[in-house]
């Protein structure tokens, strides 16, 4: 889809600024009312998905020029997507998150993505992921652990490890604690290893969309030769590039379930028991692609039409992605199974969760606003008075990780593997 | 068009640099503004551009720009949430420097004891209401919903909404302000000014209320509101808000010491009844016809559509035409929501049994459907937040409001046949959604106390659609013709339709009014502390002898 396709979504935009905050119901103090990091930061109108919308209609219109400062508001954004969920609430069929992915995509086919995605790039071109590391090395994290190597055989699942945690050393324990209990819970899987290749959906986010398509070509192709029909993963962006991405842009049938959905399940069904007590308090972070945007993908080809005169409907009708369906509950459930864990809720939670500023390239690009974005996370969750922040992707741990050092502050910051391994 | 690059780098010398913009791009952003296709040249959705923006941090430094942009002749247009084609400079070719107040905006304080807030611009209303929900206290939320600036609705436009009819209106509400005048003077009013703090607007100290906000305010036309302090009420609920379901319909529980009732009535005589016995009998926390948004035909497939997140737009088609909400949508046909609130479970009761006895004595009634759990959740929450308030643009993506003329029940149900019977004369071209004649919305009050309100017509129509965009300026000047015909005073589409047009034309206009002198005051005024004239002309004025002589003293 193009920015042409969005211009009547850019008309029919008021300016009504709901992007800019969680949404309103969902308001419960002044200090954590805002929704869009990226707004909050660049401050300038510009910076807002609605800002986004008029960039894009001024560019088609040939009002404006991309320049340094355009650049830098199309770019400097998590893509969240909390602005789409705030929208919504009113605005319900536009599109905002969409538009301003299109708009990324027009700078980056124009030429004019910042330089400072390219190391990212590059390494991905290079080695198939987003770290700058060797991908002979990828599959380094499982090598004493005695996984099944789909290169070379065949199982019904596939563990994807990601970038993050396939390279992060400091991560790694996280994608190696998943594995022990994928055996334990005698699940019949393997991992691809150094043939694994990134997801593409980072690159994807920020408009360089045929990296999307080459990793997926590569990994569903390395999938269907090795017998899996579902792809387990403990990293949020993976799951929602598997299950929303590659549905959509590759055709995908992969069933994708993410490691809190499965222990959630393994938890109701009895196979994972958890006995040892972890006293701790603690308050849960919904990473964006395993929360809000984390839901089904439903094929859709359509287009717009009219009811009563002028009312704007789809032909058929279009699925809404609103955050209303995604995996809010798995993680919770599994935290509450912990024995002696309270879990205590920050303000911002499932669809109106701040993000934790890693998403969009941010954290490649725009390194500061990416910290501040953390930042902010961090101060909301000790406002619970938390022991601990957990979450269930890599890279907001990382992001958490490293904004916590920077303050010197106490928070622990923890994948829910790390709890769930601490109980066992 | 280009700020002199000697006053841009004055500017940036207050704000710094990060603070101060004229790309392009982002000047568009701030001339991109709802309803400017129905007022602009070839229904270009941009008002004229700002020739920067500048987001200054505090009182100071709203001050010091504004003194560089008297040295530099350039006109002052501050916003703060920032939407309406108003907000944006009013005419093309004119240097305007566009404040952006979104850095000031902190709660500053909360005075619980003498239920106060102070405020800056950027703060809104929903933000004050989660704050002050937590002491006990709540604010007016106005009618455009709690994504508003408290201050802008306070100090430089209209401030009715749901909960003005108990709470007060907002220009009632404002208890002070701190004003920077388009020359750069700081001026504090009313007993802020003799370091008394912020508790009266009208002294002791200078009091300019009803010169700088009257009834609808300066529109951003007359220097820059920094700080107001704000009149809050009493709040009988939780310190917050514990929401339930998902979006987009979320809902809030109705406490054992509230009720969310939406009353129907047979006819509009017995509606105006009902009203005027809410009122003498002081009922009602939250009182407005606001669901009716959707239009009558279709308000009631609409919100049983939207409260269920697994449906689409495309259902509220089938669901029209199924004969049981037919059936519950003419029961809703003429109605209105009540929000009932009280310190106590036997306080609500009373307050049910007057309720109960007046529906008997008007012939009036809840409507079941929308009174069950559900329905009632959902507008519980729509009423008490005013989250949901651009709902306004669910048809289409376009809504432009007509009529609205405020008086009491019985002058508003006279208007109510012709806003009718015109809006359904106007859908027969399909130009604007069909959603029947009666899309009428408004407070049940804008008085505290009640007794005067409106009612506005909701247009829907799409910005994206030329022919559509000239279909809803086409409504707008049948409404006008139409009230003239009555002999009505004319509408929000007068309003709206003025901002552009000349400054002759509004001239000539204003010049017919009854009583010309208050705007010959108005422009003495605005010499006096614009004489740059760099604020715009949303605060109304007359040219030195344009309207009548003022009358003679006997």
């Known amino acids: 889809m193009t920015i042409q396709d969005y211009r009547a979504d850019a008309l029919r ?68 997507g909390s602005c789409d969920v705030a929208c919504k609430v009113c605005r319900y069929d536009m599109e905002p998150l969409l538009a301003m992915h299109a708009l990324r995509a027009k700078l980056v086919e124009d030429g004019d993505l910042p330089e400072a995605f390219q190391p990212m790039l590059e390494s991905l071109r290079k080695d198939y992921n987003t770290m700058g590391e060797p991908h002979e090395r990828r599959g380094d994290w499982a090598k004493d652990l005695g996984v099944k190597d789909l290169t070379k055989t065949t199982a019904k699942y596939v563990f994807h490890a990601g970038c ?83 549905t959509k842009h590759a055709g995908s049938t992969i069933k994708v379930v993410h490691m809190v959905e499965l222990l959630d399940q393994m938890v109701t069904d009895g196979r994972l028991k958890m006995t040892n007590p972890v006293p701790m308090k603690v308050t849960y972070h919904d990473p964006c692609h395993l929360g809000r945007q984390g839901e089904d993908y439903v094929p859709w080809d359509g287009v717009e039409k009219k009811i009563f005169g002028q009312a704007v409907v789809y032909d058929p009708p279009r699925p809404r992605y609103n955050g209303a369906f995604g995996v809010y509950d798995a993680p919770r459930n599994v935290l509450k199974a912990i024995p002696g864990v309270e879990l205590v809720e920050m303000e911002r939670i499932k669809e109106g969760a701040w993000c934790c500023g890693a998403g969009g390239g941010a954290r490649e690009a725009y390194p500061k606003f990416s910290e501040w974005t953390a930042g902010e996370r961090i101060e909301e969750a000790e406002s619970t008075g938390a022991d601990a922040l957990v979450t269930a992707c890599p890279w907001c741990e990382r992001n958490f990780i490293d904004a916590v050092r920077g303050t010197k502050g106490k928070l622990e910051v923890l994948d829910i593997l790390q709890l769930v391994a601490m109980a066992l | 068009m280009e700020i002199s690059r000697d006053a841009y780098r004055a500017i940036e010398d207050i704000v710094g640099t990060e603070n101060v913009t004229d790309d392009p791009a982002f000047l568009d952003s701030y001339a991109f503004e709802w309803l400017a296709e129905l007022v602009r040249p070839n229904r270009s959705h941009y008002m004229p551009r700002p020739w920067a923006v500048v987001m200054p941090a505090s009182t100071r430094e709203v001050q010091a720009v504004t003194k560089v942009c008297n040295k530099y002749k350039i006109k002052i247009k501050p916003i703060s949430t920032g939407w309406y084609h108003w907000a944006a400079p009013m005419k093309d070719n004119e240097p305007t420097v566009q404040l952006d107040l979104r850095r000031m905006n902190r709660i500053i304080d909360i005075d619980e004891k003498n239920r106060f807030a102070i405020v800056e611009p950027y703060v809104i209303c929903a933000q004050l ?31 009715g909404g749901p909960s003005s009819h108990y709470m007060g209106n907002n220009s009632d509400n404002l208890l002070g302000q701190e ?49 107001c302090a704000i009149k809050l009420a009493d709040w009988p609920g939780p310190t917050e808000f514990e929401v339930k379901g998902r979006p987009p319909g979320y809902r809030l529980p109705v406490g054992e010491n509230f009720r969310a009732y939406t009353i129907g009535a047979p006819n509009w005589d017995a509606w105006a009844n009902c009203y005027y016995a809410i009122y003498d009998n002081g009922l009602g926390y939250i009182f407005h016809r606001q669901l009716n948004l959707a239009g009558a035909n279709l308000a009631t497939a609409l919100w049983l559509t939207y409260i269920d997140p697994t449906k689409t737009l495309n259902d509220v088609e089938t669901l029209a035409k199924d004969p049981e909400i037919i059936a519950i949508n003419e029961k809703a046909r003429i109605s209105f929501q009540l929000i009932l ?78 806003a009718i019977k015109g809006f359904e004369e106007d859908q027969q071209s399909h130009l604007l959604v069909e959603c029947g004649g009666d899309a009428l919305m408004g407070c049940g009050s804008t008085l505290g106390g009640g007794g005067y309100f409106g009612l506005e017509q909701f247009v829907s129509y799409d910005p994206a659609s030329d022919a559509s965009i000239d279909a809803c300026i086409k409504h707008m000047e049948d409404a006008i013709a139409d009230c ?14 003025q901002i552009g047009w000349s400054d002759q034309r509004i001239w000539d206009g204003m010049a017919k009014a009854p009583q010309t002198f208050v705007l010959d005051f108005q422009r003495q005024f605005k010499e006096a502390v614009d004489p740059n004239s760099l604020g715009d002309r949303n605060y109304p004025w007359l040219p030195e002898k344009w309207g009548q002589a003022p009358a003679q003293a006997k």
């Not at chain 1, 308001?27 to 401050?43: A, D, I, L, N």
């Not at chain 1, 994608?175 to 994807?204: H, N, P, Q, Y």
Request: hydrophobic share 35%.
């Open chain 1, 13 to 80: 935009c008021t300016r009504c600024a709901y992007c800019k905050w969680v949404p309103l119901d969902l308001m419960k103090s002044w200090r954590f009312s805002k929704g869009c990091p990226s707004v909050e930061y660049g401050k300038f109108h510009s910076y807002s998905a609605g800002g986004r919308l008029i960039t894009s209609l001024s560019l088609m219109d040939g009002r404006s020029t991309v320049t340094d400062k355009v650049k830098d508001s199309v770019f400097m954004c998590n893509m969240c």
């Open chain 1, 164 to 246: 993050r945690y396939s390279f992060d050393g400091e991560q790694s324990e996280v994608a190696r604690t998943a594995v022990e209990i994928l055996k334990k819970a005698g699940v019949d899987f393997g991992i691809m290893g150094a043939a694994e290749s990134c997801c593409g959906g980072k690159a994807f986010s920020i408009g360089v969309d045929q990296q999307l398509h080459n990793s997926a070509d590569h990994n569903l192709a390395a999938w269907k030769k090795a017998g899996v029909d579902t792809v387990i993963t403990p990293c949020a962006d993976c799951y929602y590039a598997f299950k929303r991405l590659y």
């Open chain 2, 129 to 159: 209401q989660a704050e002050a929900m937590k002491l006990g206290l709540n604010c007016n939320i106005i009618g455009a919903g709690s994504s508003t600036s408290v201050v802008a609705s306070a100090c430089a436009y209209f401030g």
């Open chain 2, 179 to 227: 004003w920077v005048t388009p020359v750069g003077k700081v001026v504090r009013t009313g007993s802020l000014s003799s370091g008394a703090g912020w508790f009266c607007s009208e002294g002791p100290g200078p009091s300019v209320r009803g010169v700088t906000r009257g009834n609808l305010g300066s529109r951003g036309g007359l220097g820059t509101y920094t700080k």
């Open chain 2, 341 to 418: 609130a009280a310190q106590s479970v036997d306080g609500i009761q009373l307050q049910d049994k007057i309720l109960d006895q007046i529906l008997s004595q008007t012939g009036c009634y809840k409507v079941e459907r929308y009174c069950q759990q559900d329905m009632a959740e959902f507008t519980n929450m729509y009423m008490q937040r005013l989250g949901h308030k651009h709902c306004n643009f669910i048809w289409a993506g376009g809504y432009m409001g007509s009529w609205m003329q405020a008086g009491t029940p019985d002058f508003v149900k006279g208007y109510v046949p012709t």
């Open chain 2, 484 to 497: 003239v015909a009555q002999g009505l005073p004319l509408g929000k589409e007068l309003l709206y339709l």
